[in-house]
């Protein structure tokens, strides 16, 4: 039995430092700026699946939690966002050019 315990250890995957599963960050979404309300504080998105939120690729509007983060912005843009669930909805809390 121990012969089996060390065979086992020796094939697990190894731990990998920028691992973000691991450090419990998680990779930004990836997207592309639609529309931008500055007015609404609102952005609309053509994103990728983001599987910790459960959504499917699609274009969807989000709130901004600051609205000086669509200064810049224009349709086209290509971005990485964190989306966070409130009781209002999704809010994107961050917002990063991906060019």
Do not use: C, Y
């Amino acid at each position: 039995m121990l012969v089996v315990a060390a065979t086992t250890s020796a094939i697990a995957a190894p731990t990998l430092a920028w691992d973000a599963s691991l450090s419990g960050e998680r990779v930004l979404p990836a997207g592309r700026v639609v529309k931008v309300d500055r007015d609404a504080g609102k952005i609309a998105i053509e994103h990728k699946p983001i599987p910790h939120l459960f959504m499917e690729a699609m274009t969807m509007i989000f709130q901004v939690k600051e609205p000086a983060m669509l200064a810049g912005l224009t349709p086209g843009d290509k971005i990485r966002f964190k989306v966070e669930r409130d009781n209002d909805g999704f809010v994107i809390s961050r917002i990063e050019n991906a060019n």
